[in-house]
């Protein structure tokens, strides 16, 4: 019954108006500020090597590592291969074009975090709903905003990645699911307990770990898979554009789920990731801004390397019981 209201709700929500409404917001966002997310990268790192110590809040490294590691999670799994399967490879393609402009959001977003936060009991709190009050004094809404994150972020958040990855160490092990479940649930009271500088303490440390093995986890199979690269890339660019025969009817369905994913994956513009860009220390808005736009194409970098393992290695084409592919 439970599933059945998940999937109709999600009918609804994930409709074709809304997904045009984002992509229409991320072009908006990225003309409208001269792709500013794109325009000057080495800036970008050059704001995450600064270090800025501070009672109230974190670093802007620290913020985006917080950030990155919501951002990079089971989804970047499991979500790029319910992409390929309704969406086909071109899936892939689109995905990182929106991720490339839903950029410009995250963009915004942050720096409207940094604006309009506020100083309470010795550390920096913000978050869209402070800017939905404060920037646009929109109280109900705002209210509204907190009371959706309070109820969603743990349930339809947490609750999945969690259950991902207590079903993948059940298959692997046959260890019963309860008992990794009870294990993560534990390590994340402790962390979220300790408050943002520790929430941002243990993604620092997690966060670049995680990220680099599976970059090289990437390169392993690309050495091992170098003669279908060509094949493989070429399936991908005619899939997306409608020009290969055999996903020429996905081509709708590839930009769909290709934005989908992007913004399920990143997260921009749901306003997820602007209370830990709101805690960093720095010396104007934007700069919070420019950081954690670049969280999304460390995002997008993640989701292709799945969806290029899947399609390198011929995973998507699986076989059923009979035999069907």
């Given at each position: 019954?439970?599933?059945?209201?998940?999937?109709?709700?999600?009918?609804?929500?994930?409709?074709?108006p809304l997904i045009i409404l984002i992509f229409a917001s991320a072009a908006y966002f990225?003309?409208?500020?001269?792709?500013?997310?794109?325009?000057?990268?080495?800036?970008?790192?050059?704001?995450?090597?600064?270090?800025?110590?501070?009672?109230?809040?974190?670093?802007?490294?620290?913020?985006?590592?917080?950030?990155?590691?919501?951002?990079?999670?089971?989804?970047?799994?499991?979500?790029?291969?319910?992409?390929?399967?309704?969406?086909?490879?071109?899936?892939?393609?689109?995905?990182?074009?929106?991720?490339?402009?839903?950029?410009?959001?995250?963009?915004?977003?942050?720096?409207?975090?940094?604006?309009?936060?506020?100083?309470?009991?010795?550390?920096?709190?913000?978050?869209?709903y402070y800017y939905l009050e404060r920037g646009l004094g929109l109280k109900k809404l705002?209210?509204?905003?907190?009371?959706?994150?309070?109820?969603?972020?743990?349930?339809?958040?947490?609750?999945?990645?969690?259950?991902?990855?207590?079903?993948?160490?059940?298959?692997?092990?046959?260890?019963?699911?309860?008992?990794?479940?009870?294990?993560?649930?534990?390590?994340?009271?402790?962390?979220?307990?300790?408050?943002?500088?520790?929430?941002?303490?243990?993604?620092?440390?997690?966060?670049?770990?995680?990220?680099?093995?599976?970059?090289?986890?990437?390169?392993?199979?690309?050495?091992?898979?170098?003669?279908?690269?060509?094949?493989?890339?070429?399936?991908?660019?005619?899939?997306?554009?409608?020009?290969?025969?055999?996903?020429?009817?996905l081509l709708g369905q590839a930009i769909i789920w290709g934005v989908k994913r992007s913004?399920?994956?990143?997260?921009?513009?749901?306003?997820?990731?602007?209370?830990?860009?709101?805690?960093?220390?720095?010396?104007?808005?934007?700069?919070?801004?420019?950081?954690?736009?670049?969280?999304?194409?460390?995002?997008?970098?993640?989701?292709?390397?799945?969806?290029?393992?899947?399609?390198?290695?011929?995973?998507?084409?699986?076989?059923?019981?009979?035999?069907?592919?």
């Amino acid at each position: 019954m439970f599933e059945q209201i998940i999937t109709m709700l999600d009918t609804y929500v994930w409709a074709t108006p809304l997904i045009i409404l984002i992509f229409a917001s991320a072009a908006y966002f990225t003309f409208r500020m001269g792709f500013v997310q794109l325009r000057d990268l080495k800036h970008q790192f050059s704001l995450l090597s600064r270090k800025r110590d501070s009672e109230a809040g974190i670093n802007p490294f620290e913020a985006f590592c917080t950030i990155v590691a919501y951002r990079v999670g089971t989804a970047n799994i499991a979500g790029v291969c319910v992409a390929i399967l309704w969406g086909g490879p071109g899936a892939i393609v689109w995905m990182v074009i929106c991720s490339l402009l839903d950029a410009a959001i995250s963009y915004a977003e942050c720096s409207l975090g940094q604006i309009y936060k506020i100083k309470q009991d010795g550390e920096y709190r913000g978050g869209s709903y402070y800017y939905l009050e404060r920037g646009l004094g929109l109280k109900k809404l705002a209210a509204f905003f907190a009371v959706l994150t309070i109820i969603c972020v743990p349930i339809l958040t947490v609750g999945p990645h969690a259950n991902s990855i207590a079903l993948a160490f059940n298959t692997s092990t046959g260890v019963p699911k309860w008992i990794f479940g009870l294990v993560i649930g534990l390590v994340m009271l402790w962390t979220v307990f300790g408050g943002i500088k520790r929430i941002s303490k243990v993604s620092t440390w997690l966060v670049p770990i995680m990220t680099l093995l599976y970059l090289a986890l990437t390169v392993v199979v690309i050495v091992t898979n170098v003669s279908s690269v060509p094949s493989t890339l070429g399936m991908m660019f005619s899939s997306a554009f409608g020009v290969n025969a055999a996903f020429g009817g996905l081509l709708g369905q590839a930009i769909i789920w290709g934005v989908k994913r992007s913004v399920n994956s990143s997260g921009a513009g749901m306003g997820e990731a602007v209370p830990a860009a709101a805690a960093a220390e720095v010396s104007h808005p934007g700069e919070s801004g420019l950081v954690n736009s670049f969280s999304v194409f460390i995002d997008v970098a993640v989701c292709f390397c799945t969806g290029f393992m899947v399609l390198l290695t011929d995973c998507f084409n699986v076989a059923g019981t009979d035999g069907t592919m």
